[in-house]
């Protein structure tokens, strides 16, 4: 469980968390969504107790993180893969862990087999993939068997299978009861993984809700149709109230009527349909409608200004 | 027979010392982990011996060439134990170099933020890293005088100026020359803290510890002898001589900057965002 109290990180005039007010709670997969630079790794910075709020609380398991005892039993937190001494082998990296926090070098063997780097347990970390400092981070972040895990961006550098492995971990660590507290700026990732969402921009907390209710709420699901007479169903589905968009193949994107209507419509009027499918609303679509206006750099903007970024 | 009772015994909560001991140790224990788990610790180890021991014999060997020429007065004052263990100010500053690093190649990869995740207790850590690198550093040093005055008294014997390991004095200098290096250890901890890139924190410690050689010249010779790299050349001595601290003095002397150094490294990394 992670509880956020107005939360609020200003560097300089700059506001990196504006006001942050949220739970993470346990049982589910929380998703944190942003765009890059929206103030999720500085939030999971400040949850940690490495980077000290300019004001506003934060506390993991009803305390606040610097207070906790052994912290690794409590949580476990995966930032910056890469952010490790190269000269070390990973079986050594997770013993001085291991050793900070009175926990047995047994359980080291274990989340080592765990993540699936047994066979590389004695080479050196500065050798690593991308991948496998990510799979050891993770093994890193197990170690203490927390009920509160934190990941930041974790697929990131990760191969197919890798990210098969992350996404049913997280679900099995949700399923036991855990409490899951994912960033990422993948949005298709989170569709897949988080049960819940929390999204931020520039600083502020934009949306808590389940997935399925942000996408629902936040897009407006289309069907995509073609029919042998393209004119005659684009008048019925108008008179009945649909929005439709003429495609330049001849297809259709009609919304505001549900597949069953169209159908129905195309048939009263004798109109052959030879496709007829929904495209379900996206979170990448839902993410962007609500963010439209909170993203600091749009990508046409980067055109016709002399100004850098 | 009255029914069975059950006594519960009350929980009884670890008293505070106790748990700040358990973390201490954890702690202790996970730095020491770290330090002998990274194989350029071994190779710092090797190459300071064999730099410092090299060092040992080049000045034995100047010395003694040089006999012939010395005035009585300079030959009075000779110092045979101290002459043959100058790599003390190598392992000075290859193993203070050492103990920079522990704390600025965290901060440069970014593992910082894994050590106070798993031990927030910022100050207790660098605490603890100071006491391992001195721990480390101290056999090596020691052994590098032994070696370097085992060499040097056979380089004196052709003109019989060598004494034995059981002269008075001989062997406090070695302890004391190994335990002002354990000292200047504890400075790199303070000055990587203070300093967090790797370069700039170990120039400035070998300017600390050398500068007092080239800069130091400048000084009143009253004032001269309290630089580090002075005190930690003092340490090693059995001969008084002039322009040196007594070698517990200057033990002193190192003991109260790497109090400053590391209190000041305890205080900043304390309270900056990592």
């Given at each position: 469980m992670i509880e956020a109290q107005h939360l609020i990180k200003r560097y300089g005039t700059t506001?990196?968390?504006?006001e942050a007010s949220f739970a993470v709670r346990p049982g589910r997969v929380t998703g944190f969504l942003?765009?890059?630079?929206?103030g999720k790794s500085t939030t999971m910075r400040m949850i940690l107790g490495l980077d000290t709020p300019s004001s506003g609380s934060v506390l993991v398991n009803g305390k606040?993180?610097?207070?906790?005892?052994?912290?690794l039993r409590s949580v476990g937190a995966l930032l910056?893969?890469?952010?490790?001494?190269?000269?070390?082998s990973a079986a050594s990296h997770l013993a001085w862990l291991a050793d900070s926090n009175g926990i047995g070098r047994r359980r080291v063997t274990e989340v080592l087999e765990l993540a699936g780097l047994s066979d590389v347990?004695?080479?050196?970390?500065?050798?690593?993939s991308l991948g496998m400092n990510q799979r050891l981070g993770i093994a890193a972040a197990l170690l203490g068997d927390p009920e509160t895990l934190m990941f930041d961006e974790?697929?990131?550098?990760?191969?197919p299978d890798g990210i098969v492995w992350i996404r049913n971990l997280m679900k099995s660590l949700a399923a036991q009861g855990r409490t899951v507290f994912l960033s990422s700026h993948l949005m298709s990732e989170m569709a897949q993984t988080a049960d819940h969402l929390l999204v931020i921009a520039r600083g502020r907390i934009i949306a808590d809700a389940s997935t399925d209710e942000f996408v629902h709420r936040n897009s407006t699901p289309s069907v995509r149709v073609r029919a042998l007479q393209p004119a005659d169903l684009a008048a019925a589905l108008t008179r009945r109230g649909a929005l439709v968009e003429r495609c330049p193949d001849g297809a259709m994107i009609v919304t505001g009527l549900d597949s069953a209507a169209i159908g129905g419509a195309a048939s009263a009027h004798d109109i052959t349909l030879f496709e007829l499918a929904v495209h379900g609303a996206s979170l990448e679509e839902a993410f962007f409608e609500l963010t439209r206006d909170e993203t600091d750099y749009h990508a046409g903007q980067l055109t016709g200004t002399s100004q850098g970024a | 027979m009255s029914a069975t009772t059950c006594i519960r015994t009350p929980a009884r909560p670890v008293p505070a010392a106790s748990i700040s001991r358990t973390l201490k140790v954890r702690i202790l224990k996970a730095e020491w982990t770290k330090l002998r788990t990274l194989p350029s610790t071994w190779r710092t180890a090797v190459l300071t011996l064999a730099l410092g021991i090299g060092f040992s014999v080049a000045v034995a060997l100047s010395q003694i060439s040089q006999w012939h020429t010395m005035t009585a007065q300079q030959r009075q004052v000779f110092d045979p134990t101290s002459a043959s263990m100058s790599g003390v100010m190598i392992a000075a500053v290859v193993l203070g170099t050492l103990a920079v690093r522990t704390i600025t190649a965290e901060y440069s990869t970014g593992m910082i933020r894994s050590t106070f995740s798993a031990m927030p207790a910022r100050p207790l850590v660098l605490a603890a890293k100071a006491a391992a690198t001195a721990a480390f550093a101290f056999p090596v040093t020691l052994l590098g005088n032994l070696a370097g005055f085992e060499l040097g008294q056979r380089i004196f014997a052709s003109q019989h100026v060598a004494v034995t390991i059981?002269?008075?004095g001989v062997l406090p200098a070695m302890f004391f020359g190994a335990v002002a290096v354990s000292l200047v250890a504890v400075i790199g901890v303070g000055t990587g803290g203070l300093i967090r890139p790797t370069a700039g924190a170990a120039t400035t410690l070998a300017l600390i510890i050398i500068g007092g050689l080239t800069v130091g010249q400048f000084l009143p010779a009253g004032w001269r002898q309290y630089l580090p790299g002075i005190a930690t050349q003092a340490a090693v001595t059995v001969h008084r001589s002039a322009g040196l601290l007594r070698p517990g003095t200057a033990l002193l002397v190192l003991a109260v900057y790497a109090a400053i150094a590391l209190g000041a490294a305890a205080m900043r990394v304390a309270h900056r965002d990592a």
């Open positions: 506001v990196a968390v504006d942003g765009p890059n630079g929206a606040p993180y610097r207070e906790l005892t052994d912290p910056d893969a890469k952010a490790i001494v190269g000269g070390r347990a004695g080479k050196r970390v500065g050798t690593f974790p697929i990131n550098g990760l191969d | 059981g002269h008075p």
